[in-house]
């Protein structure tokens, strides 16, 4: 079972979708202990996605995933832009030339893209950031075997929204939020939030 070019543009499409549903969402979380304007700024972002994807039709799954970078670089403001940029980019280099991946290539490139975010946002897990949910998911790509790629990505979607919930207790040590201390504590991390969403979408989308 592979993970195909078609696939993922479909699954990023889908995903511009999920974040115009999720806008208002995104942005109570991030109101409460944030600017307030992460759904706008992934809205914003993943509409550039799609534009720049349907102008330049990336010819593989790296180039996708280069373009999503930049396109998200480019149009996010604050600290998601270019967490999810680098992200992108890590990973696109996994995935230059490939029109389609199977689960093993995936995870490779997923981890080198986690390994851009804890770098850039020198953060870890507990710290009350997206990587509460990346981190997870993560654990579960890599501990798959043999399992169906539809299987895992659900498996690890599953991981994402139990890291998203358990930052909820905790107190924000990284970003705008930690600047409030204790009053950060009982609050979602709307990061966390934004990267569960993505990877539910591609458990519904891929494989």
Do not use: C
Request: charged residues 20%.
């Amino acid at each position: 079972m592979m993970i195909t070019l078609q696939q993922v543009i479909d699954w990023l499409k889908e995903l511009n979708i999920v974040y115009t549903e999720q806008k208002d969402f995104l942005s109570k979380l991030d109101s409460d202990i944030g600017d307030g304007d992460h759904g706008v700024n992934m809205e914003r972002g993943f509409n550039a996605v799609v534009a720049a994807i349907d102008t330049t039709s990336p010819a593989d799954i790296g180039a996708v995933f280069k373009t999503v970078s930049t396109s998200l670089i480019k149009s996010v403001g604050g600290a998601s832009g270019p967490l999810y940029g680098t992200f992108f980019l890590r990973a696109a280099a996994v995935l230059a030339g490939k029109p389609e991946v199977d689960l093993v290539a995936w995870t490779a490139a997923f981890e080198k893209g986690v390994q851009g975010i804890e770098q850039l946002g020198k953060a870890q897990k507990g710290d009350k950031t997206m990587l509460d949910a990346w981190l997870p998911a993560l654990s579960v790509l890599k501990a798959a075997g043999g399992n169906e790629i539809k299987e895992v990505l659900k498996a690890a979607a599953s991981a994402a929204e139990e890291g998203m919930k358990a930052t909820i207790p905790l107190q924000a040590k990284k970003g705008r939020a930690s600047y409030l201390g204790e009053r950060s504590i009982g609050h979602q991390d709307p990061g966390a939030s934004s990267t569960f969403l993505l990877l539910q979408t591609a458990a519904g989308v891929l494989g």
